[in-house]
T-cell receptor
Framework: SQQGEEDPQALSIQEGENATMNCSYK?????LQWYRQNSGRGLVHLIL?????REKHSGRLRVTLDTSKKSSSLLITASRAADTASYFC????????????FGQGTELSVKP | DGGITQSPKYLFRKEGQNVTLSCEQN?????MYWYRQDPGQGLRLIYY???????QKGDIAEGYSVSREKKESFPLTVTSAQKNPTAFYLC???????????FGQGTRLTVV
């Protein structure tokens, strides 16, 4: 079962624009994480936001979490061609005994 | 330097054969995970282990087996019972559950 669902499935923007990806989940969580995957490679951790946090920043990344709506968003500001990748949210539901469950991902394409 | 290593990078298997994918980490992490990724899809959890000599089934454990005899190692065996094993397999580890996961570079398994 997929805990997280990303939206949109694919996003194409121009360099310099902002990119926003959304993630919805089904059950209460301990934290929510965002990862990036370049084609054919492993995933790289971007940011972790705990269930008692509402917003977190890391460089050009801004993550928000709304536990009442069971949703999170990842904003990449001033995007670059090198940001082209797939982005996944992952959750560890507090009744799942340590499982880390990923969504389907958003494929981001940033055109120079 | 520290990290998580998967081998081999590419693996070909004949139908009816068992194959074992290696995953080793020197990060002193307690938790380890195996995921399967199909083209254009998210990650699905096969098995995970929170501590040595203990592991739990994920969402798609049928046709797979694992062992966790050492903290550093979490090999995955794809058995002949797995009807559609061609996929990209990713191993990850984290200090403990609910924390940032580090991924290997993946093993691409093809059944020929």
């Amino acid at each position: 079962s997929q805990q997280g669902e990303e939206d949109p499935q694919a996003l194409s923007i121009q360099e310099g624009e902002n990119a926003t990806m959304n993630c919805s989940y089904k059950t209460s969580i301990n934290n929510l994480q965002w990862y990036r995957q370049n084609s054919g490679r492993g995933l790289v951790h971007l940011i972790l936001i705990r269930s008692n946090e509402r917003e977190k920043h890391s460089g050009r990344l801004r993550v928000t979490l709304d536990t009442s709506k069971k949703s999170s968003s990842l904003l990449i500001t001033a995007s670059r061609a090198a940001d082209t990748a797939s982005y996944f949210c992952a959750t560890d539901a507090d009744n799942q005994g340590g499982k880390l469950i990923f969504g389907q991902g958003t494929e981001l394409s940033v055109k120079p | 330097d520290g990290g998580i290593t998967q081998s081999p990078k590419y693996l070909f298997r004949k139908e009816g054969q068992n194959v074992t994918l290696s995953c080793e980490q020197n990060l002193n992490h307690d938790a380890m995970y195996w995921y399967r990724q199909d083209p254009g899809q998210g990650l699905r959890l096969i098995y995970y282990s929170q501590i040595v000599n203990d592991f739990q089934k994920g969402d798609i454990a049928e046709g797979y087996s694992v062992s966790r005899e050492k903290k550093e190692s979490f090999p995955l065996t794809v058995t002949s019972a797995q009807k559609n094993p061609t996929a990209f397999y990713l191993c990850a580890s984290s200090i403990w559950v609910n924390t940032e996961a580090f991924f290997g570079q993946g093993t691409r398994l093809t059944v020929v």
